[in-house]
Structure formats: structure tokens, C-alpha cells
């Protein structure tokens, strides 16, 4: 075959997967379920439904239309662990396809996207380093304190570097969060100190996944963790999976249940969840071999 020909074939092949990554997979969103035995013998199972990193940006409908669907599935709190927009007219159409979930019971933490507008980068950079090795903007361009005001003003917490108590049905839930590590504005000092070994549940909640945050929650003796971030790695390699994390996280974590700190060994541990999201950045806006998804988390009794 001639080379003219063999470069025709790889471009049309390469057209080919962008347009399936770009067009298709971007816009075939998941509904994940998983079980997590994290309640106290007896206890009533609570629907937890996931939602991470919409990145909404204006004339994302299908988006829109998949985020209307969620309420049907009756979840009992929802966490929304950020980068929720990507454009400042994106509040107000977000809020709206959230609906009548804003009348449950909800929880929410900001990412580094609720307050900057995306920029224009090479992604491949994230094989060696991260965006946090690029990010200089210290001014928010975006309508981050409308975004939390209208979640605060129906009824969720705002957990970014803030502790409190929720009442999901009859159980009573202790949670904390932090800001976006990502972008060094978690605070983790502020909400430090043992967790209430009476609650029901105690859940931590925050954007990045950073190792060492995890560890401050788990010795404190948090029993759940909800990041988001990831993506799930965005574009993955079928048979291989993730690449890249843009964090601390191992790519075997990116997305899904896990446990924190992983692997074998003495000492405590916790459930951690990462979402791989249900949006992109406008400026790569592809999934490959890794769909757009919520998550419905059961809790249910500890087994044991």
C-alpha cells in the first residue's frame, strides 16, 4: 500500500473516532449503581445519587435532558461534588434541570471550574504533570457565588471547608468537605477533629481526590468518600483503562468504588467513590471508552 493511501486510511480512521468520541460517547450518559455497606446494623437503606463535573455549558441539551431524568430515581440526598459550570450563563439552566431535586435533601462542594472560565491547553500535558502545575488566575470569572447561593438558598449544604449535620430521612449524617485541592483552597484545619461515633453516617465530600486529604478524613473517622474530578480519565484505552488522574489519585481509582487507603494492611479504611462525571471541558470535549455517568449509591448495614 502506498503511503498517500496509508495516511488517507489512518486520517479517515482518526476522523472516525473523534466524531464517535466528540458526538456519540460525549452524549451517551450512564446511570451507575452500587451498594455500600457503610450504616449501622439495622438501618434503613438510603438511596445517594452522584453527580459530578457537568462543566455546563449553553446548547448542552441532551446533558440537560439526562440531568431532568435523575429525580425519578427517588434518592433520598444528593451530593454534587462540583465543576458544575463551565460558562457564566450556565447557572440558571443548570438549576433548572436539577428541578425537583433541589427539593431533597442535597449537598454540594465547588471545583476549580464553578470559578474559571476554561482555557485553551494541549491535554496531552497531563501524561507528566498536572493542570494545577499551570494554574495562575487568582480572580474567578464565573458566577461561583450565584451557583452556591441558589443551592444554599433551596436547601443544600455547601460543604466547601465546612462541617455540619443533615437529616436524610431518619438518619442522621455528619458531613464534611473541602474547596478544590486542585487549585490549593481546600482548608482541611477548619473542619479537622474526630467524627461523631453516634451519627448515623459520616460522610466526606470533596472535588479532587487528593490522597492526602483523604487520609485527614479517614483518621478522622469519616466512613464515606465522594470526589469527583477525574473524569474516570476521559479517554482510556479499551483492555487498559485509565491514563491519567489529574491528581494524586492511582489511575485504578479513577472512577467507582474503591477503598481508601487501598490495598492491604492493618488500620482503618473507608469507602470512596469517584464519579467520572457527566460533562467535559469545552476545550476537549471527547470521551473515548469512558461514558458520562451518575451514580446511585445504596447504603445499606455494615455486614458484620
Known sequence: MRSSSVLRTAAIAGAALFGYAAVIERNWFALRRCEVPVLPPGARPLRVLHISDTHLTPGRHRLLSFLRTLDSLDPDLVVNTGDSIAHEHAVRPFLDALGPLLDRPGIFVFGSNDLYSPELKNPARYIWRTSADEHRRHVPDLPWAELGDSLEAAGWMNASNRRGRIKVGDADVEVAGVHDSHISRDRYDRIAGPADPA?????????????????????????????????????????????????????????????????????????????????????????????????????????G
Not at 483523604?214 to 480519565?233: C, E, I, K
Not at 482510556?236 to 485509565?242: A, I
Open 199 to 303: 451519627a448515623d453516617l459520616r460522610l466526606a465530600v470533596m472535588h479532587s481526590p487528593e490522597p492526602a486529604v483523604m487520609d485527614r478524613f479517614v483518621s478522622d473517622g469519616f466512613d464515606l468518600l465522594l470526589a469527583g474530578h477525574t473524569h474516570g480519565g476521559q479517554v482510556c484505552l479499551p483492555g487498559w483503562g485509565t491514563l491519567v488522574t489529574n491528581c494524586g489519585l492511582e489511575p485504578a481509582r479513577a472512577r467507582g468504588l474503591s477503598q481508601h487507603p487501598s490495598g492491604a494492611g492493618p488500620g482503618r479504611r473507608a469507602f470512596l467513590h469517584v464519579s467520572a462525571g457527566l460533562g467535559t471541558s469545552p476545550r476537549a470535549p471527547i470521551r473515548f471508552a469512558c461514558r458520562p455517568e451518575a451514580t446511585l449509591l445504596t447504603l445499606v448495614p455494615r455486614i
